[in-house]
C-alpha cells in the first residue's frame, strides 16, 4: 500500500471508478479497503457495478482507506512511499470495525475467485486484524509515559498536614485560609475548657508548625466541613479541640511499623465480632460496647 494524500486517494479511486471503468470484480476487491463501505445491500445481495460505481461516487477516501501501489501507478501516482506497518495496521482496525463478520467473510470469498496476487492483498489486509494486538503510535506511547511521569510526580503526590487534625492530604484536596481569614474562636473556646478540664495545660487547636509559610492554615476535607462563611461553625471530629491532642511526637516514635505502635499503646481496644455466615467467606458484625482496656508495657520491653 502507497502514503497518499486525501485528494490523491480521492483521484486513485475516482480514476479507477470513473476514468478506467474498472470491472465489477475489481470494485468488490476494493470495497473492504475504503472506509464504510460494503459489497452487498443490506438484503444480503451482492451488489452491481453500477451501484457499486455509485457508492464509490459518494465516497470521499479517509485517512483509514488503503490504496494498493499497483492502483496508483494506474492513476499515474509513480514513485509514492509505502505506508509504515503502524499506519496498516491502524487502517486495518478502523475498516475491521465498520465491516461485520458476514462482510469480513464475503471479502474472503470475493478474494478468491480475483487473481492470486489480489487474492494475497486481501489476505494481507485482513490478518492482522483479528490475530494481533493493535501495536500503538509512538505519539500514544509518549503520551502514556508522560501521563505516568506527571501522576507520579513530586508535586502529583504531595501531601500537607492538616493543621487542625494533622491528618495527611494530597495536596489536591486541601483548603488553604489565611489566620486572619478563618475565625477560629470556637476552637479556641473548646481548647481552654479541655485544658482545666482535662488536667492538660499544652493543648492546642492547631500544629503551629503545619501553617503554610507561617501565615495559612491547612484545612483537610473532614474539617473543611466544619467551617462555612469562613468560621468554624462545629468541632470536627478528629481535631486536636476535639481532645485528640498528642503534641508534638518525639523523633524515636515517629515512622512506627503498626505492630511496634501496638506493643508500646498504653491501651487496647476490644469489640466482640460476630460472623453472620459460617464458612471462609462469611460477613462479619460488630456488636455492644467497644472496650478501651490500659495496657501494661513493661512486660514487652
Ligand atoms: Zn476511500
Ligand atoms: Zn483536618
Not at 470495497?31 to 463501505?37: A, E, F, G, T
Not at 493493535?134 to 503526590?157: G, P, R, V, W
Not at 495536596?171 to 475565625?183: S, W
Request: charged share 25%; proline share 4%.
Amino acid at each position: 500500500f502507497v502514503k497518499l494524500s486525501l485528494p490523491d486517494k480521492n483521484a486513485v479511486t475516482n480514476f479507477l471508478v470513473v476514468t478506467a471503468k474498472v470491472s465489477a470484480d475489481i470494485l468488490r476487491n476494493m470495497v473492504p479497503r475504503h472506509q464504510s463501505m460494503a459489497v452487498r445491500i443490506s438484503g444480503g445481495k451482492r451488489k452491481d457495478a453500477a451501484s457499486l460505481r455509485a457508492d464509490f461516487g459518494a465516497h470521499k477516501c479517509t485517512e483509514a482507506c488503503l490504496i494498493l501501489e499497483s492502483e496508483a501507478l494506474r492513476a499515474g501516482f509513480a514513485g509514492k512511499p509505502a505506508i509504515n506497518p503502524t499506519e496498516l495496521q491502524e487502517s486495518s482496525l478502523v475498516l475491521n470495525l465498520r465491516s461485520s463478520n458476514k462482510k469480513r467473510k464475503a471479502c474472503f470469498t470475493e478474494s478468491e475467485d480475483s487473481s492470486p496476487k489480489q487474492a494475497r492483498y486481501s489476505a494481507e489486509s485482513s490478518t492482522p486484524k483479528t490475530s494481533f494486538p493493535f501495536i500503538l503510535s509512538q505519539t500514544e506511547k509518549d503520551k502514556i509515559i508522560s501521563e505516568f511521569l506527571e501522576s507520579t510526580s513530586n508535586a502529583a503526590l504531595r501531601r500537607y498536614e492538616c493543621s487542625f487534625c494533622g491528618k495527611l492530604e494530597l495536596a489536591t484536596d486541601v483548603k488553604m485560609k489565611t489566620i486572619q481569614e478563618l475565625d477560629i474562636s470556637l476552637l479556641d473556646c473548646a481548647v481552654r475548657t479541655l485544658r482545666i478540664s482535662s488536667s492538660q495545660p499544652c493543648i492546642e487547636s492547631f500544629k503551629a508548625s503545619s501553617l503554610m509559610n507561617g501565615s495559612s492554615y491547612v484545612l483537610c476535607h473532614l474539617c473543611g466541613l466544619s467551617v462555612n462563611k469562613n468560621k468554624f461553625q462545629t468541632i470536627p471530629l478528629r481535631s486536636y479541640a476535639n481532645g485528640l491532642w498528642i503534641g508534638e511526637v518525639p523523633l524515636e516514635l515517629q515512622d512506627l511499623t503498626f505492630l511496634e505502635e501496638q506493643c508500646i499503646a498504653r491501651a487496647r481496644a476490644t469489640r466482640c465480632m460476630y460472623k453472620i455466615h459460617l464458612g471462609p467467606t462469611g460477613q462479619l458484625a460488630a456488636r455492644g460496647n467497644v472496650c478501651i482496656l490500659p495496657q501494661d508495657t513493661s512486660s514487652f520491653l
